[in-house]
């Protein structure tokens, strides 16, 4: 008894991804080639095109170079292949209506690729000539959609002799249409990359060209572009299964990754992006004539035996091991397979890419990241082995990701390490020695970030306090910033977060430090003073080494910090002189009860020594208010200094260069030694 076939639940359940919305085409193109390879013996006389619509067909003088403007690419709304193949003959027209026919199974075909015409598009309309048993020409045209099947079907007399078919995929579904290729010649690549097995093969390919309206591509053409030498054939066995290979080595183009296509039926299943799975496979290669990019072809009929029906995968196993059928090859046996070929094939000039990608690593680590140097040694050759062309931000990310590796592998170290049990203390020991050797290099390298952070830091100082393009300078707060975060507190950020080094390495320590706070939040006082110092901070020394007998303990500096906006001159007497703010600052909060910031108070805190630090250019306001204030110049002339009796507080007016410069000279032995360049 017959089984009825239903063409909506084979659709239903039959699968084209987004990412493979070509595939209805591709499968329209192989038929073609299918179809010419059946009547002609030789390539030369052979005919398939490719024509794109789109929803509105340009001017003539806007459609020709569409690929080539930056324009907007009108949307394609359906395609047509058509072939001077052997034609809709009676034997494909019942194949054709015959869900998973096996007419054409000796050819790979599996009776599911018009299926797939029917997920991507509204409708197929064929027109086909060709010649019936009798060898008279005929015409045959039909429409092919989900709602109908085939309909419309009509066969007539032809009088045209030759054979040959037109395929029109009509109406391309909107969210198919947004995920393919939009322009003529991505199109004709993809169809070329699909079908290029074909081209490779002996005999060759047809002469297959892409038309959109006033462009021609001929995929000949791009195929010779495309290829910088000929194709290597090689077969390699895999538990016991031969797999052939197709070595290929293409002129680069955008698109230089290195390409695994896993083929089934001689036509491309699925593709496989193989960087970095092989070392020094990343981009693109170098041979003696030029750079190419690598491709690999693998076929094999154990892959057409078990191709899955929509030609998107296979199914096969990733992996067997320990399942009951080990002894059949699975994915990652094959890949293994194709990648030690591959690495054979290209050992030349993945030696050459190796060097360069390890001299990359070395000339980055040497002259932008030094903290990575000590830990180098620890990582795999195969994990250095990046591309040349890598971005420093990719590159950083890597080395992080090693870094925080080694990290892991030493807490787990560690715990190995103080397990004593075993009686071989020499064994012991040689175990300890690894252990603290490899602590030691990684502490090196986060005293090396903590150098190299430093050092942008002070960069980015330096381009703060220069003009910008419209000759303006950067905000107070920007520079602010930069030294410690504004509207926090020591208690709010981590001590890594802030730059106080930059002024003073002496407020690292610090009981209390508020940036940009008002005095009466500060529980270092009960002041209640709403004004907002830049930074302030209170230093308790608990242990003086000199101190004057009968002091009390502990004693107190105050620090506060004015930042100005560089270049700006309107420092006057009042609220616009930042000495005279400073001092303020400084009173205010003596005036409050001064306490440490766990509450315990500071004997006699109204005399608490102070310390002011304006950060300013030395515009010549600035100058006055210094000379006002009986401050003396440095030895640079790029500030004043001075003691204010009347305050009990040591003043200093530091120019955005003198900051710049003796952060650099205080800094400069480490920079020295890490190899990071002068400034």
Same mark, same amino acid.
């Given at each position: ?75 394609? =709304? ?68 989900? &709602? ?26 909107? =969210? ?133 029906? *929509? ?6 196993? *990733? ?28 050992? =030349? ?24 140097? !000590?830990?180098?040694?620890?990582? &795999? ?31 787990? *170290? ?8 075993? !009686? ?47 000759? #303006? ?13 504004? #509207? ?99 009173? #205010? ?27 300013? &250019? ?62």
């Amino acid at each position: 008894m017959a089984i009825n076939a239903s063409l909506t639940g084979r659709l239903r359940n039959t699968s084209l991804p987004k990412s493979n919305a070509l595939l209805p085409l591709f499968e329209a193109v192989v038929n073609a080639i299918q179809a010419v390879d059946a009547v002609h013996d030789g390539m030369a006389s052979t005919r398939i095109t490719v024509e794109i619509h789109r929803s509105q067909q340009l001017p003539p003088q806007l459609g020709a170079g569409v690929d080539h403007g930056a324009g907007v690419v009108e949307p394609i =709304t359906g395609f047509v292949v058509s072939d001077n193949g052997e034609g809709f003959h009676d034997g494909n027209m019942n194949s054709f209506e015959t869900l998973d026919s096996e007419y054409k199974l000796a050819y790979g075909c599996r009776g599911v690729g018009r299926l797939l015409w029917l997920k991507a598009f509204d409708k197929v309309e064929v027109v086909s000539c060709y010649r019936d048993q009798q060898d008279r020409s005929k015409r045959r045209s039909f429409v092919f959609s989900a &709602d109908t099947g085939v309909s419309q079907h009509n066969i007539e007399d032809c009088e045209d002799p030759k054979t040959g078919a037109e395929v029109r995929l009509v109406s391309f579904h909107e =969210t198919y249409r947004k995920a393919a290729p939009k322009t003529t010649s991505v199109v004709a690549r993809s169809i070329l990359e699909h079908c290029l097995w074909y081209f490779v093969r002996p005999g060759g390919a047809p002469n297959i060209a892409v038309i959109d309206g006033l462009d021609r591509v001929d995929l000949t053409s791009v195929y010779d572009e495309y290829m910088q030498c000929s194709a290597q054939a090689e077969e390699i066995m895999v538990k016991g299964y031969p797999f052939d290979l197709v070595h290929l080595r293409l002129k680069t183009t955008a698109k230089n990754a290195p390409q695994l296509y896993w083929c089934a039926d001689n036509r491309v299943a699925s593709e496989e992006n193989l960087s970095g799975k092989i070392r020094g496979l990343n981009g693109r290669l170098r041979d003696a004539d030029a750079e190419f990019a690598y491709a690999c072809f693998l076929g094999s009929r154990y892959l057409d035996e078990r191709v899955r029906v *929509e030609r998107t995968g296979f199914n096969i196993a *990733e992996s067997t091991e320990g399942a009951f059928d080990e002894h059949e090859p699975s994915l990652s046996d094959i890949r293994a397979g194709v990648l030690a070929a591959a690495e054979q094939h290209l050992l =030349t000039s993945l030696v050459e890419a190796r060097r360069a990608g390890r001299v990359r690593v070395e000339k980055f680590v040497d002259s932008k990241a030094p903290r990575y140097r !000590p830990i180098l040694r620890y990582v &795999d050759e195969d994990k250095l082995s990046v591309d040349p062309e890598i971005s420093d931000k990719e590159l950083e990310l890597q080395l992080h990701r090693h870094l925080a590796d080694i990290e892991l592998e030493l807490l787990a *170290e560690g715990q190995q390490v103080l397990d004593i049990s075993g !009686p071989d203390d020499l064994e012991y020991n040689k175990r300890l020695r690894a252990y603290l050797e490899k602590v030691d290099d990684v502490k090196k390298s986060d005293l090396a970030a903590y150098v190299s952070r430093r050092r942008v830091i002070l960069d980015l100082l330096a381009r703060a306090i220069r003009i910008d393009g419209e000759g #303006r300078h950067a905000k107070e707060d920007v520079i602010h910033s930069l030294v410690m975060p504004l #509207r926090t507190t020591s208690n709010d950020v981590a001590p890594n977060v802030c730059n106080l080094w930059v002024i003073d390495e002496g407020l690292a320590f610090h009981n209390f430090l508020a940036s940009d706070k008002p005095i009466r939040t500060m529980p270092i006082t009960d002041s209640t003073s709403k004004k907002e110092p830049d930074l302030l901070a209170l230093k308790v020394n608990h242990g003086p080494i000199l101190v004057s007998e009968g002091e009390n303990l502990p004693l107190a500096s105050i620090v506060v910090v004015e930042f100005k906006r560089p270049a700006r001159d309107d420092a006057a007497p009042g609220e616009k002189d930042p000495l005279s703010q400073a001092l303020q600052y400084l009173e #205010r909060v003596r005036e409050g009860r001064v306490t440490t910031a766990s509450g315990r108070p500071i004997p006699r805190s109204e005399q608490v020594p102070g310390f002011c630090y304006v950060v300013s &250019d030395l515009t010549p306001t600035v100058q006055e208010r210094c000379k006002a204030g009986n401050l003396r110049p440095t030895q640079d002339g790029l500030g004043f200094f001075g003691y204010n009796d009347n305050y009990k507080a040591y003043i200093e007016v530091v120019s955005f260069d003198r900051l710049l410069n003796m952060a650099h000279q205080r800094n400069r032995a480490f920079f020295d030694r890490l190899g990071l360049p002068a400034s």
